[in-house]
């Protein structure tokens, strides 16, 4: 594959051009290119960036992961300066190919697939780490043992199924309080600790905000809105698990499946004293 597009390199006339594929986590795929048109390729539109320029694309087989960066200026409507200071491409999917966009029909030569780290934005500029695919071999083979549960929320290993755990609701009122959803009494807001809120309409469509504590029927989110919502948004509110096996066991019934060593001793065990 790679002899067959060497011969891009062997023209007087240049015809390469570098494609973005990026899948946002709201759901969104765009799609960028260096050219300077738009390049529709199996039915998907590769919009025209020609300010997007990434650091040097390394193929190699090595474990470790290596780094890139990528960054351009704020030069196309898809990417817009409210969607990047909300988060809405941070960890989002990436896949970098070539393409010759004289003949697109050829295909594209994929050469890089990850997701991007946090993308940081100046003035009309910003810069974003790629993370390769090959950055998950990093992780520990063996987890470490905590009295903790490790598992995510029904997620895998916790085996529950988050649909159980989940409540569409309206937005009443934002206050110094929190969050005041219509429905919702103090049993289910205390639910919803450690959970979270994904906003379903409004200008915060697709974001979701972790829930650090609640306050009455208030939920009071862990960092401050990244975007403006209003009276009549509506949301969806996960519950949430503090990964304690009591927790698991008592509000779930789900103690056989915790993820973690409950009846381990802590560090103070040299400095316990036997009771009288």
Known sequence: MIEARTRWFDRA???VAMLWRLKRRDGIALGFTTHDRDLLIDG???????GM????????D?????????????S????AEDDLLAGRWDRARIAIGLVDWDEPASGVFWIFGGSLGSVEQSGQAFSAELRGDKSVLEQPVAPRASPGCRAVFCGPGCQLSRAAFEHDVVLDEVDEDGL???????????RIVHGSVIWLSGASAGLRV???SSEGT????????????????????VEGCDHEFATCANRFGNALNFQGEPHLPGNDLLTRYPGG
Do not use: C, K, N
Not at 76 to 79: A, E, N, Q, S, V
């Open 44 to 50: 998907f539109r590769y919009r025209a960036a020609p």
């Open 210 to 212: 972790a829930v650090w």
């Open 76 to 79: 196309h409507d898809l990417i």
């Open 13 to 15: 006339l240049d015809t």
């Open 62 to 74: 090595r474990i470790d992961s290596g780094g890139m960066d990528i960054g351009g200026a704020l």
């Open 180 to 190: 005041h959803f219509a429905g919702v009494d103090a049993v289910l807001a205390a």
């Open 218 to 237: 208030a939920l009071v989110p862990e960092q401050p809105l990244p975007m403006a919502v209003e009276a009549g948004d509506r949301a969806r509110l």
């Open 53 to 60: 320029t990434p650091s040097a694309v390394e193929l190699d």
